[in-house]
């Protein structure tokens, strides 16, 4: 299977963003001590910390398909509550991993044409 790439895109409600710094960090420590197939995870904040932008870069679907269940529910839900939250998963995911990406976010891209 091949590389996916995930783009996710915050714009926090007023007053969220020390939520968001405190959940992603917590967001970070799981990919660190427990995800196994994920090879770049960056978090980026905007000067006024109104947005950020977290760059996921997964080996594979089953890889993914782990940093979802590392993750939790709960701990996605909270991430959520701190803003709208758009974004893309771009590759070619299993079946598995297509058939929970069949809502409006994030929305998937297959590959068209790359080196």
């Given amino acids: 299977m091949a590389e996916l ?11 969220k963003a020390e939520d968001f ?10 990919v660190r001590t427990k995800d196994t197939g994920t090879l770049q995870y960056e978090i980026f904040l905007d000067e006024e910390e109104a947005s950020a932008v977290v760059i996921e870069r997964y080996r594979d679907s089953e890889a993914l398909l782990e940093h979802f269940a590392n993750i939790g529910e709960e701990l996605m839900a909270a991430m959520q509550e701190v803003g709208t939250l758009e974004g893309e998963t771009l590759g070619d995911p299993s079946p598995e991993l297509r058939a929970m990406l069949n809502g409006p976010q994030p929305r998937l891209l297959s590959p068209f044409l790359s080196l």
């Fill in 21 to 30: 710094k405190r959940l992603s960090a917590q967001c970070m420590e799981v």
């Fill in 5 to 15: 790439l995930g783009v996710a895109r915050f714009t926090f409600f007023e007053g």
